[in-house]
């Protein structure tokens, strides 16, 4: 995978008062559809994650479209490229905290403690990580958001869930206390908690790409929510009036009532 960042800062003038927004985990699903949406309703959308090509792609797309749209290939985990992508931005207004996932679906007695610290690390870290590197560009905008998709993981606890449970709480538990520590300051930090979502990446990436597994989680639920409903609601948030603080948004299709009561037709 290319490192390369094709990411330039803007220039200085009139163009630079046009907001931007970086997301991250940009390449599919979630992040890919705020980007989408966040160019749409007029920001400069940053667009970060690991595959650049991906990224890159979408980019180009929603240039060709007359949107305006950057690539930076970024691994949230890796602290020191965090530092280097948060030097090169000229300006940030919104930082979307969007990577993220699953690994397995192990009882706490077989759980394998790799995957529980590689979630720990992308879900946790990764949202310190990008958050703290911005929050001085997100403070300067004079009106900075900080989304943090979290999940209804992060809200309650089901069998099999806990390592990623355990990281979604983690996240949640960032975006609380952040809220307290910078109240002086002019950023709102908003979480969006979604529920079951399909995504064409996040259950066959929970389940190391067995597709049936993945289709299983799905299976005779009538509507999933979409990466483009949860990205309504992350435009939504974004575009109220900067003292409005969406403190939390839990979303779920209407078949799940919980984290474990959903509904399938048979
Ligand atoms: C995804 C929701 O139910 O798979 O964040 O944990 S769930």
């Known amino acids: 995978m290319s490192t390369t960042p094709t990411h330039s800062p803007g220039p200085a003038g009139p163009a630079a008062a046009t907001p931007v927004a970086v997301v991250t985990g940009a390449s599919s699903g979630i992040g890919a559809a705020s980007a989408r949406r966040l160019a749409a309703e007029g920001h400069r959308v940053v667009l970060t994650a690991r595959r650049a090509d991906r990224i890159g792609a979408l980019a180009a797309e929603l240039t060709a479209a007359g949107r305006r749209a950057e690539a930076y290939p970024l691994d ?22 969007n990577a993220g996932g699953a690994l397995g679906m192990d009882a706490v007695a077989d ?10 690390e992308v ?3 990764g949202v310190l990580h990008v958050t703290q590197a911005l929050l001085p560009a997100l403070t300067a905008s004079g009106a900075g958001t900080v989304v943090v998709i979290s999940s209804t993981a992060g809200h309650g606890v089901y069998e099999g869930g806990a390592g990623y449970v355990a990281a979604k709480h983690g996240a949640h538990v960032l975006a ?6 910078i109240v002086d300051r002019p950023v709102r930090v908003i979480e ?28 005779g639920v009538a509507e999933p929510l979409t990466a483009d409903d949860v990205a309504d609601t992350v435009a939504w948030a974004v575009t109220r009036p900067p003292h ?13 009532a919980s984290n474990t009561k959903v509904h399938r037709q048979a």
């Not at 602290?79 to 905290?97: G, H, K, Y």
């Open 76 to 97: 949230v985990t890796d602290r020191a490229a965090v530092d280097a992508f948060a030097a090169s931005l000229d300006r940030c207004d919104v930082l979307v905290n």
């Open 111 to 120: 759980a394998d403690p790799a995957d529980w610290r590689t979630m720990y």
């Open 123 to 125: 879900n946790v870290l």
């Open 176 to 181: 609380r206390t952040l809220r307290l520590e």
């Open 192 to 219: 969006i908690a979604p529920g079951m979502v399909r995504t064409e990446e996040f259950s066959l990436v929970r389940f190391g790409g067995d597709a049936e597994r993945a289709a299983k989680v799905y299976e």
């Open 244 to 256: 409005v603080n969406v403190d939390l948004l839990v979303l779920r299709p209407r078949a799940q």
